[in-house]
């Protein structure tokens, strides 16, 4: 299965460097097919509050979703979609759970197989105890290997771990 | 490991279980946490003494193998409201339970139970845990019946945290009834040092034993300290809420707000007897007041000054420490507020300092705006005698070096500039062979900077020099320079040559040359290297008897014509606690190295050597004109 990682830090920061937070999106949407587009916002109608109050969660959803639907066609075939390690190991940190929900959503709309990349596996753990995770995810570590406890709890839950790998 | 220090918890996973484990731990139990076949564990789990045990009540077989002969039984597990599993496990598993532990010669069994058994009108949870006692009484075994009342404490889970939960959420807490019920809640601290003490305790043998603060405070008193300020109480119909909870089962709520049992729990009388604790185990239980406030006055209160880039990075790192509450989150701009308070992080908001500190009691201030806003900020919070944390560089100028260094002459203070490559394993490494003597003296230092960030004329505030202080040198610049400083000491002398390629008023290019008493230190700094997409930093130390590089990522010492090579990940981590790592792409091990040990270093650094870098930057500025 190939790989494909959402969101795209590293373009995302690049295009900040010279567009509002704003304008990044909007170009992103204006450059979706016609069908693409009507789906993105069929799927964000009800989240369109908290995206004006530029609530960060649902920020992060709408610009993971932009790719997906970006890169539809090469996603078919790309069938593992990878948390950006950058984003959720922040969810970590803060508890923010709604995120990762979003993310398991996502994977769930679009048929895709969810990787969480992660540099504090302990702390995943802790938080996939506390959420209800789909029963193909995989968990990517990045940067350094997990310990052998983590690695032994995941697999004992029935987690893959895919090969250690830095974006 | 003696086989009385062995010990099974069942339903570790729990509000009670994920505390208890931890501290049975550290109290030198060897602990086999028992969760359910497929699940993951909540509990600090890579304690060398916490083993995770996967069973279930309802298997005798399997509990055979994980009742620690000898050892103790805590039971935790519990259903509290599924028709069918909560006779399972609350019944029929316990009795399995207390059949391995008459089998295996337990030499103590500790049943946690509820308040609950004592109301007069029971509802599922409640009649199962008398059912459940009777069991431990009758088994034949060495047993203790702790009967806790409400247990509070910090975390996501349990009954309390629910309530807290839900005043936050919807700034509406529902009390059934009138609220004028008593109830008699414990500190999940004190509870957990009441089951050690249990362990070792043959006074509580065959008893069932109150745990509850004495005397007790009504439902009504208890929510509206939980809840807090600007949050309403809705009082609701006790059938009302029996309805509700019957809708919630029905529906097959996961995690319903509430049960049936809760609200029976909440609107009938029950004794507890404080003094139980007391008399079996020498603890007297916190009044409810003073344990809740106690939460948060053992951490590390902060606030943080500047909600850009860097203010996430480090909010996110504080949060990821248990020990420390972030208070105030103060910025200019009100809309990062929404921004970062949708995405996790807790404190209250102020658009100034002026405004947090006459509303908020804090400790220690990271101040994260740009640098031109520093010196007024740092000269408020060291007034007060804050500690500061500053991102680099700390200040633009000299005149700013010398109105803090006047400001911090004579005093002990605990001031630290983000100079994160000093927090980095190999940085600390180099310091380390520089000063073991094996290599001979220094002879010559070669230091250098590469970056392809300005290839034109780029706009901000960095590239003024009234705000950021200067380019290359005030910006990535000082990275390097804290590595010289940190390694050799401020130099004797400094000379500079500084080129502009693209910006109007800042330097793109410098060539620096510090000379120390025996050698040289020369080093080149630039931003505008074509091609050079990564940021890069490398010193190389020629020594009379080996030459030492490192760029950061690894240590290479060549003597005697063999490399040894020593990489980052290679050595031992600084801080013997689990560090958060924000992201391994730029070390992020050592942004919460920096952070942590600012936070809980007890040694404080001499006033004059705290700005060495910033007086090593604006002797610089100083001394050379910029082509």
């Known amino acids: ?167 | 490991m003696l086989k009385e220090k062995k010990i099974l918890v069942t339903g570790a996973n729990g509000f009670i279980g994920s505390h208890l484990v931890s501290i049975l731990a550290k109290s030198g139990y060897e602990v086999w946490a028992m969760i359910r076949p497929g699940k993951l564990p909540y509990f600090e789990y890579e304690n060398e003494l916490i083993k995770v045990v996967y069973g279930d009540l309802t298997e005798k077989k399997s509990l055979l193998k994980l009742v620690p002969s000898g050892g103790t039984v805590i039971n935790l597990a519990v259903n509290p409201s599924d028709k069918r599993l909560s006779v399972e496990v609350n019944i029929k598993g316990l009795k399995n339970l207390t059949e391995a532990a008459k089998e295996k010669k337990v030499r103590k069994f500790i049943q946690i139970s509820s308040q609950a058994v004592k109301i007069n009108k029971k509802g599922r949870y409640a009649k199962t845990k008398l059912e459940g006692e009777d069991i431990v009484k009758n088994a034949g075994i060495n047993w203790v019946i702790l009967r806790p009342s409400l247990v509070y404490g910090e975390g996501e889970k349990g009954l309390f945290n629910k309530i807290k939960a839900l005043a936050q959420k919807l700034k509406i807490v529902p009390v059934f009834g009138n609220g004028k019920s008593l109830v008699y809640p414990v500190k999940i601290e004190e509870l957990c040092q009441i089951i050690l003490k249990s362990i070792q305790s043959k006074k509580d043998l065959g008893k069932i034993v109150d745990v509850g603060s004495s005397p007790g405070v009504s439902y009504l008193e208890m929510y509206r300290m939980v809840a807090g300020e600007g949050v309403r109480i809705l009082h609701l119909p006790v059938i009302l809420g029996k309805l509700m909870g019957s809708i919630f089962e029905l529906l097959r709520f996961k995690n319903p707000p509430f049960s049936i049992d809760n609200v029976l729990g909440s609107t009938q009388k029950i004794g507890c007897d404080g003094k139980d604790s007391e008399k079996y185990y020498g603890i007297k239980i916190s009044q409810f007041k003073t344990g809740l406030t106690s939460y948060g006055n053992n951490k590390k209160k902060v606030a943080v000054i500047g909600l850009g880039k860097m203010g996430l990075v480090h909010t996110t790192i504080l949060s990821s420490i248990p020990d420390v509450k972030i208070v105030a989150l103060i910025d200019t701009n009100k809309s990062l507020y929404s921004t970062i308070k949708s995405y996790g992080i807790a404190g209250k908001f102020y658009t100034s300092y002026e405004e947090a500190r006459s509303k908020d009691k804090f400790d220690y201030v990271f101040i994260l705006t740009p640098t031109w806003t520093h010196a007024s900020l740092m000269k408020k919070a060291l007034t007060d005698e804050k500690a500061v944390f500053v991102e680099k560089p700390a200040l633009k100028n000299k005149i700013e070096v010398e109105e803090i260094n006047k400001l911090l002459k004579g005093k002990d203070v605990n001031l630290k500039i983000g100079y994160t490559l000093l927090s980095r394993r190999v940085i600390r490494k180099f310091k380390e062979e520089l000063g073991s003597g094996r290599y001979g003296k220094v002879i010559k230092v070669e230091g250098g900077f590469k970056h392809g960030e300005v290839l034109a004329k780029k706009n901000g505030w960095m590239f003024k020099k009234g705000m950021s202080g200067g380019g290359v040198i005030m910006n990535p610049g000082p990275h390097l320079i804290a590595v010289v400083n940190y390694l050799f000491g401020k130099p004797q002398k400094i000379r500079a040559n500084l080129k502009k390629l693209y910006s109007d008023e800042v330097e793109d290019e410098a060539k620096l040359l510090f000379d120390y008493d025996d050698f040289e230190a020369d080093i080149k700094l630039s931003w505008s290297v074509k091609g050079c997409d990564v940021a890069r930093y490398e010193i190389k130390v020629f020594m009379e008897k080996a030459t030492i590089f490192c760029d950061g990522n690894y240590l290479s010492i060549l003597k005697n014509g063999k490399e040894i090579r020593i990489d980052e990940e290679d050595l031992k981590p600084i801080l013997q606690i689990s560090c958060f790592d924000i992201n391994p792409g730029i070390y992020g091990e050592a942004f919460f190295v920096e952070d942590y040990e600012f936070l809980f270093n007890k040694k404080k650094e001499k006033s004059r050597d705290i700005l060495s870098v910033e007086e090593i930057l604006s002797e610089i500025y100083q001394e050379t004109a910029c082509e």
């Open chain 1, 1 to 167: 299965m190939n790989k494909f990682v959402v969101p795209n830090t590293e373009k995302i920061a690049r295009e900040l460097a010279v567009n509002s937070q704003m304008m990044v999106v909007i170009k992103r949407v204006l450059g979706l097919p016609l069908g693409s587009k009507l789906e993105l916002v069929k799927s964000n109608f009800r989240y369109v509050f908290g995206l004006l109050n530029r609530d960060y969660s649902l920020g992060i959803r709408l610009l993971m979703e932009i790719e997906i639907l970006m890169n539809r066609a090469d996603l078919r075939k790309k069938q593992k979609l990878i948390f950006h390690n950058q984003i959720l190991d922040m969810c970590l940190a803060v508890k923010n759970k709604m995120l990762i929900n979003y993310f398991f959503g996502l994977t769930n709309k679009y048929n895709l197989t969810p990787v969480l990349a992660t540099a504090n596996g302990e702390m995943l753990v802790r938080m996939l105890s506390v959420v209800d995770y789909p029963d193909n995810l995989r968990v990517l570590p990045t940067g350094k290997e997990f310990s052998e406890k983590t690695k032994e709890v995941l697999k004992s839950a029935g987690i893959k771990i895919e090969k250690n790998e830095k974006f």
